[in-house]
């Protein structure tokens, strides 16, 4: 017969005693350390327990010749009462002291030796092993858990002996990270039951999420111990403070999970959060039955197990005969097969009684607990590390006297050191830290067509994640991934601009102008020649552009040019077939062709000012820019001055002037023209043609419409300089062509001059402001080509037409005017000037009439005629 004080407690002789912590009863209520019986939890588990002892006291090899005993005790599911209970363990580690005991007739007192635990199996809970833990260690007793997940535990300097052969939460944690990870979750709440396993949980999922960085915390709950009425329609309204955050991480017990997914559907929210559940949910029916559609799409992970068949054909077996080493074992059989025990029975009020002959998984349901397989493993996992003891400190079978008294340091470094297949095949191992690998299931609570539901495995976790994808379902036949984001992806070409706390929450910003997307956070600016892409997320060459020939910018200034080059050709041509006629001579052949050159000259600059620049475009451009006008205004020039000097010569004295000559007026004309030659040799020495992109030009704020403009490396102020001497000329041709404006009109086309000079100052004029003007126009490079070249023919065509055209007039379509004249000596011009001059001065002063008969009573009748006279200085005798 038991003594009371083991009447809760099972207790099997052995060898070597095993220690044993189990939930078989439920935490009691208002006082009472115990509630119900746990018929799973509890029984199950102990019952594997046994089971695992027997079939190791059964191996011939494992353990030889050496029996394992056990003590089992109640937890009653509360650390303090499984604190009293363990104290049971250490008993025969504390030293008695009998010295003030003495029995009733002298002798010393007998104490009864109690057993000696080498190892414990339990706990359960977490906060229980923690608990048992801090007073294990202190006398050396290794613990192996088949339960307890929380992540503290893993502390090995603080729970130094105690290892579990189920992996940690926080490997758990890390897998539920992986699911979010995969799903494309970057904003989750986190819900916790309040004590060591929800918190925990919860506190190794977030130390995870800052370390990855790459998932945030929208809001973390907590359910309390006692919850209040109304307090998990709170919870939800808490939850959908941040909608954003649909997916919530669960560490919750199953009580808990029912009332949360109950408060979800009372509120209208069922298939809007994405819960994730721990193996507090796992694979249990109980938490969603009724709820089904506020569960619908849960993501539940649950370590990796597997049902022991043997221990279901073991279980099944057990009956209140064979199994009175169960002491709770007829209470189990009343609450399993609802009936009652003779007069002692616990259960009050039965509708009918035992017979005794009922049968486990016949005559009630049965299906086995999921730690069986656990509890087996940690029994497997102490047998091996003693076997291994057994062997290194003993020769024979048997237990030797170096067994007898156990180190429990050496012990736990044996069960560290244990690597076999467990009872579902699966390795057993622990790490340094005494926790076993994590292997996990991941499964879905799915409901298909036909509203049947089940939990499906969509994948597994052994250190990293492998999920099937096409298997996830989040409705009836919705296959799409819901999201739960604080932002949503920023497009291309757009970066995030970081909210500031909150690194998974942003607003999107585009990247604008010039600038591509370096990364997801940094806009950059391409390098001057280059433009952003069309997706802005890298830069592309901006297109090269030049003046192409089909332009309407240089289709009209080349038909200008075509036919100025054809006139100045005809009248050339002209002139050289008729270079002895009075005409040709009249008009100064050397010069005229001097004053062609320079006219055709300006027309050809059309063509290399429009074709493509390369180096000999460029050279052509800085040779021919200014030489043209340069040869046209030097030999205008000289033919100006040579008048104003013979006029001025004239008024003083009847002697010609010095270098009035053909000769000395080509050698003049060129002098000129060589100051023009020479500032451009000194340009090309100083500053060698090339060619470059002017990418500012056309840089617009819209960088698709930015072009890069192939240029010569002709500036503004190179353009100036090269143009200034010819417009140097031109002014000081204009001075003197005013000068010069009162001698008579046929003398050496004077006033044919001046109307050729005055036109070009005008056109000049128009030429400086539009060129300039328009120095900001996106079409700059168009317009200045356009109004350069176009001045250039402008100003040549009024030299050809205003000077030559009425020559070639005359000597093509009236020859019988191109006839030699009477010779006129010098004296007689002069005074012919002097006349006219004083009838401009007296028009005036006299009425019309007068003057004339008063000037004209000195002059030869035969000046004045009514044909017009060419004259020219080369033709008089002096």
């Known amino acids: 017969v038991r003594s009371p004080e083991h009447a809760h407690s099972i207790r099997l002789d052995g060898d070597i005693i095993l220690g044993g912590l189990f939930p078989v009863h439920a935490r009691g209520e208002r006082g009472v350390p115990c509630g119900e019986l746990k018929k799973e939890k509890g029984i199950?588990?102990?019952?594997?327990?046994?089971?695992?002892i027997d079939l190791i006291n059964k191996d011939p090899d494992l353990l030889p010749n050496v029996t394992l005993g056990a003590r089992v005790l109640d937890t009653c599911s509360r650390d303090t009462y499984a604190l009293e209970q363990s104290l049971t363990f250490v008993q025969a580690l504390i030293e008695r002291d009998g010295s003030d005991v003495r029995c009733a007739n002298?002798?010393?007192?007998?104490?009864?030796k109690p057993d000696k635990v080498v190892g414990v199996i339990g706990a359960a809970a977490s906060s229980v092993s923690i608990m048992v833990a801090n007073i294990l260690r202190l006398f050396k007793i290794p613990q192996v858990s088949y339960a307890s997940t929380a992540p503290e535990l893993s502390d090995n300097v603080r729970y130094d002996f105690f290892s579990r052969v189920v992996p940690p939460d926080s490997y758990q944690?890390?897998?539920?990270?992986d699911i979010v990870t995969a799903m494309g979750w970057n904003y989750v709440s986190t819900l916790a039951s309040e004590g060591n396993y929800g918190e925990s949980g919860v506190e190794a999922f977030i130390h995870i999420s800052r370390e990855s960085g790459g998932v945030c915390i929208a809001q973390s709950v907590k359910v309390p111990r006692e919850p209040r009425p109304g307090e998990f329609d709170k919870t939800i309204q808490r939850l959908m403070e941040t909608p954003n955050a649909r997916a919530v991480i669960m560490f919750a017990n199953e009580d808990d999970i029912r009332r949360i997914l109950d408060a979800a559907k009372r509120n209208n929210q069922s298939g809007h959060f994405l819960w994730v559940g721990s193996d507090s949910w796992g694979s249990k029916i109980s938490?969603?039955?009724?709820?089904?559609?506020?569960?619908?799409g849960a993501i539940t992970i649950l370590p990796k197990r597997a049902s022991v068949d043997a221990f279901d054909r073991y279980f099944?077996?057990?009956?209140l005969s064979n199994n009175r080493r169960n002491v709770w074992f007829a209470e189990f059989w009343e609450e399993n097969f609802g009936c009652k025990l003779g007069m002692h029975g616990k259960k009050p009020g039965s509708p009918k009684k035992c017979t005794g002959l009922e049968k486990v998984g016949r005559d009630s349901t049965y299906e086995q607990e999921g730690k069986v397989q656990f509890v087996m493993d940690a029994v497997y996992a102490v047998a091996h590390a003693l076997h291994r003891m057994h062997r290194d400190r003993c020769s024979g079978p048997g237990l030797c006297a170096a067994m007898a008294n156990m180190d429990g340091k050496e012990l736990l470094s044996f069960i560290r050191a244990v690597n076999f297949n467990g009872s579902a095949g699966t390795p057993v191992t622990f790490n340094e830290n005494g926790d076993a690998p994590g292997r996990y299931d991941i499964f879905q609570y799915q409901i298909n067509n036909q509203s049947t539901t089940e939990?499906?495995?969509?994948?597994?976790?052994?250190?990293?994640l492998h999920l099937n994808m096409e298997a996830l379902q989040w409705a009836s036949g919705d296959w799409s991934l819901p999201g739960s984001v604080c932002s949503l992806p920023c497009r291309t070409g757009e970066r995030k601009k970081v909210v500031k706390g909150a690194p998974c929450c942003w607003h999107c910003e585009r990247c604008e102008g010039y600038h591509f997307q370096a990364s997801q956070f940094t806009c950059e600016l391409c390098s001057y020649e280059q433009r952003p892409d069309h997706n802005r997320t890298g830069c592309q060459p901006i297109p090269i552009i030049k003046l192409e020939w089909s332009s309407p910018w240089a289709v009209v200034p080349v038909f200008i040019s075509v036919l100025g080059i054809i006139a100045t050709t005809f009248v050339i041509l002209t002139f050289v077939r008729h270079n002895d006629t009075p005409i040709v001579r009249a008009a100064g052949r050397e010069m005229s062709y001097v004053l062609l050159t320079g006219i055709f000259l300006c027309y050809v600059i059309t063509f290399p000012m429009i074709a493509a620049p390369d180096v000999v475009v460029c050279s052509f451009r800085r040779i021919f820019l200014g030489l043209g006008m340069c040869f046209s205004n030097a030999a205008l020039l000289t033919k100006t001055n040579r008048i104003h000097r013979i006029f001025e010569q004239g008024k003083k004295a009847v002697t010609a002037p010095r270098f009035i000559s053909p000769t000395s007026q080509l050698f003049i004309t060129f002098f000129l023209i060589s100051l023009q030659l020479l500032g451009v040799l000194i340009w090309f020495a100083a500053d060698p043609p090339h060619t470059f992109v002017d990418f500012g030009e056309q840089r617009t704020q819209d960088p698709e419409r930015a072009r890069g403009v192939l240029k010569c490396d002709i500036s503004d102020l190179s353009l100036i300089c090269s143009l200034g001497y010819s417009i140097l000329l031109m002014v000081t041709c204009t001075v003197y062509a005013i000068k010069t404006r009162g001698v008579p009109e046929t003398f050496n086309e004077a006033k044919p001059i001046g109307f050729t000079m005055y036109t070009t100052c005008i056109i000049w004029l128009a030429f400086i402001p539009i060129f300039f003007g328009t120095a900001q126009s996106a079409e700059r490079m168009y317009i200045q080509t356009a109004t350069l070249t176009v001045s250039l023919s402008l100003s040549a065509s009024v030299?050809?037409?205003?000077?030559y055209m009425p020559k070639v007039y005359t000597i093509l379509l009236h020859p019988e005017l191109n006839v030699p004249k009477r010779k006129r000596s010098f004296k007689a011009i002069v005074t012919v000037a002097t006349m006219t001059s004083k009838l401009s001065q007296l028009a005036a002063e006299r009425p019309n009439g007068e003057v004339k008969t008063e000037l004209c009573e000195g002059v030869e009748p035969t000046v004045s005629s009514t044909k017009t006279t060419y004259v020219s200085y080369t033709n008089h005798a002096i």
């Open 44 to 52: 199950h588990r102990l019952e594997a327990m046994l089971f695992a």
């Open 455 to 464: 939990y499906k495995v969509i994948g597994q976790w052994t250190n990293q």
């Open 287 to 296: 938490p969603v039955v009724g709820q089904e559609k506020a569960a619908e």
């Open 799 to 803: 030299s050809l037409g205003m000077l």
């Open 173 to 177: 944690a890390q897998a539920m990270m």
């Open 316 to 319: 099944r077996s057990r009956s």
């Open 106 to 112: 002298g002798d010393p007192p007998i104490f009864a």
